[in-house]
Nanobody
Framework: QVQLVESGGGLVQAGGSLRLSCAAS????????MAWYRQPPGKQRELVAA???????NYADSVKGRFTCSRDNSRNTVSLQMNSLKPEDTAVYYC???????????????WGQGTQVTVSS
């Protein structure tokens, strides 16, 4: 079993910055794509950024140029640096990972518990 634990959320003024981190722990496994999703109040969950094992990234248009996703494969962590935050970035942010048990091909999706990011105007 694998757990994803996020940290780093909080309250910040518009124009400010926050850094979210997510650590994967548990049974031995291969962590493939990692990503950050968010769910604004009253809206559906949406992809914010994704990163593959080789570091290739993909961002939602709304955060391009402001957010940077990175990962440390040796520590099984993924981070999201959020700059120039806007009130519309307010949401619960979730860490996501596609993981295979070591030496197996089957893939499983895992989610973190979520961390609140609130941007005040």
């Amino acid at each position: 079993q694998v757990q994803l634990v996020e940290s780093g959320g909080g309250l910040v003024q518009a124009g400010g910055s926050l850094r979210l981190s997510c650590a994967a722990s548990g049974s031995r496994s291969t962590i493939k794509t990692m990503a950050w999703y968010r769910q604004p109040p009253g809206k559906q969950r949406e992809l914010v950024a994704a990163i593959t094992t080789d570091g290739s990234t993909n961002y939602a248009d709304s955060v391009k140029g402001r957010f940077t996703c990175s990962r440390d494969n040796s520590r099984n962590t993924v981070s999201l640096q959020m700059n120039s935050l806007k009130p519309e970035d307010t949401a619960v942010y979730y860490c996501y990972a596609i993981i295979s048990p070591l030496y197996q091909r089957e893939e499983f999706q895992y989610w973190g518990q979520g961390t609140q990011v609130t941007v005040s105007s």
